[in-house]
């Protein structure tokens, strides 16, 4: 019969055995899912930036549609969003140009000064 030998005395001899072996694997592994993480992370960052340049090309042609096709004076002066059913460009006499609104902000209001 062989001699009977404790678990724990196999688990004294292993360990440092296995600590060994296990520790470049595991910091291997993580260092590996790390990278991948960052990785996609800069994936997603990009796909983001992509859309919303997308976006404002689409936006900027259909802004570019409506000022060609004569709609653009209208929706600049909000006269669609007033809804008061007043055509502000129709108004106008031909020979008018068109100016922008200006709007005071709240530090000219104030009188700040630097």
Do not use: C
């Not at 020979?95 to 709240?106: C, L, S, V, Y």
């Amino acid at each position: 019969m062989p001699p009977v030998v404790p678990p724990f005395l196999v688990g004294l001899v292993v360990a440092p055995l296995a600590k060994r072996l296990l520790k470049p694997l595991v910091r291997g592994a993580v260092k590996a899912s790390v990278g991948i993480a960052l990785e996609v992370k800069k994936a997603a960052h990009e796909a983001g930036e992509n859309i919303h340049d997308l976006a404002a090309e689409v936006a900027a042609d259909v802004v570019a549609a409506q000022v060609a096709s004569g709609d653009g004076r209208r929706a600049a002066d909000g006269a669609t969003l007033n809804g008061g059913g007043k055509d502000e460009a129709a108004d106008r006499s031909e020979g008018e140009a068109w100016t922008p609104k200006i709007r005071a902000t709240a530090g000219a209001v104030a009188g700040k000064s630097r």
